[in-house]
C-alpha cells in the first residue's frame, strides 16, 4: 500500500537537494519536483475518504470502500478525484498556471523529463522553480484547510 504522505515528504527533500545551487541538477529537479507535487495531491485525496475505507485505489478486482481510482501521473485526473481542491483551484488563475508549469516543465510531462539529456536554460528553470515552490506552499496550505 503506497503512503503518499511520507512520500511527498522524501521527493521533497530529494528536490530541496536537486535544486541546491552546489548540487543543482535541473532536470533531476524538475522530475522529482512533479513527483513530489503528484505524491502531494494522492496524499490530498486520501485524506478525504471517508472513515473506513482502505487508503488504496477502486481496480476492478480491489474494493477499497470507495469508488477513487488512480489518476495515474495527472495532475488534472487528481483534481478530478478531490472536487473541493478542484473548485478552488477554478478560482484562482495563477495557481493552474503553477500545475501546468511543474506538469510540463519545458512543454514535457514531468515524467518524460528522465528521458532528457539537455539542462534547461536558466530562464526556464528559475520560472519552473518559483512555480513549483508556489504550488508547494500553496496546496500544502490547502491541504490544511479542505
Given at each position: 500500500?503506497?503512503d ?137 496550505k ?5
Open positions: 500500500m503506497e503518499y504522505q511520507a512520500a511527498f515528504m522524501q521527493r521533497h527533500c530529494d528536490t530541496e537537494i536537486l535544486c541546491r545551487k552546489e548540487s543543482e541538477r535541473r532536470v533531476a529537479a524538475m522530475h522529482f519536483g512533479g513527483v513530489t507535487i503528484e505524491c502531494l495531491l494522492k496524499a490530498m485525496i486520501f485524506a478525504t475518504l471517508a472513515k473506513g475505507a482502505t487508503q488504496e485505489w477502486k481496480t476492478d478486482s480491489t474494493n477499497p470502500g470507495h469508488t477513487i481510482t488512480n489518476p495515474g501521473h495527472s495532475y488534472i485526473e487528481a483534481l478530478n478525484r478531490h472536487n473541493r481542491l478542484k473548485s478552488r483551484i477554478a478560482h484562482f488563475p495563477e495557481v493552474r498556471k503553477w500545475l501546468n508549469e511543474v506538469e510540463n516543465p519545458n512543454s514535457q510531462n514531468f515524467i518524460d523529463m528522465r528521458y532528457c539529456g539537455l539542462e534547461p536554460d536558466d530562464e526556464s528553470y528559475k520560472g519552473w522553480l518559483k512555480a513549483y515552490q508556489n504550488l508547494k506552499r500553496w496546496l500544502q490547502q491541504a490544511t484547510q479542505l
